[in-house]
């Protein structure tokens, strides 16, 4: 499966605050088999959204890509198939 179009993020630190270089996203919790639905999220002009699942704060950095989170690797992606 190609990657995804619109970013996904995952907490597994279980950190308050994710810092992102996208507005819109999908928060899929923890990483699989620990996730909780996988929620589209949009920021539309305000800077900050808080996850309804897993309460994670999200908030944007303009000095971050879109496949960049702070703290680092809270970018998940979908494994290969086998």
Do not use: Q
């Not at 999908?26 to 929620?39: I, L, N, S, T, W």
């Not at 996850?51 to 879109?66: D, E, G, V, W």
């Not at 680092?72 to 992606?77: E, I, T």
Request: with cysteine; glycine share 6%.
């Amino acid at each position: 499966m190609a990657d995804h179009a619109i970013p996904h993020f995952a907490n597994d630190a279980g950190v308050s605050t994710i810092y992102i270089g996208a507005r819109e996203f999908m928060c899929v919790g923890a990483k699989p088999p620990f996730d909780h639905p996988h929620v589209f999220l949009d920021m539309g002009d305000d800077h900050e959204i808080v996850c309804p699942y897993c309460s994670t704060l999200f908030k944007f950095s303009r000095t971050l890509h879109a496949d960049e989170t702070d703290p680092a690797g809270c970018l998940w992606r979908t494994p290969a198939p086998a």
